[in-house]
């Protein structure tokens, strides 16, 4: 796999992720990177995303969600092969979407 290559990565990060602008901060870096995709709050406390992009901007969002925002502390992010259909809950028109909570 070369760094053009196109791979789908769904991502869910636990910690205090809530109530820090993480959905904003992960909102920015993706489009900073030119990834596509969507992020949203879920009700167990954790965020969930989903992103698509070469590899090496995928690689640096990873790292970036591995942080987030100062304001916030991560504990942990579980990560796995995500899939065209699940962009389905993006927004039409949009390249990254910010979902509600699920």
């Given at each position: 796999?070369?760094?053009?290559?196109?791979i789908i990565r769904h991502v869910f990060v636990?910690?205090?992720?809530?109530?820090?602008?993480?959905r904003a901060f992960?909102?920015?870096h993706a489009l900073k990177r030119g990834l596509e995709?969507?992020?949203r709050n879920?009700?167990?406390g954790s965020v969930e995303a989903l992103f698509a992009?070469?590899?090496k901007s995928m690689e640096g969002m990873i790292a970036a969600c591995q942080i987030g925002p100062l304001s916030?502390?991560?504990d942990g992010l579980d990560q796995r092969?995500?899939?065209a259909d699940e962009f389905k809950l993006r927004a039409p028109g949009d390249v990254f979407s910010v979902l509600a909570t699920a």
């Open positions: 796999m070369n760094d053009e290559t196109r636990r910690g205090k992720v809530h109530g820090v602008g993480f992960v909102e920015h995709g969507w992020v879920r009700r167990d992009g070469p590899l916030g502390h991560v092969e995500g899939t």
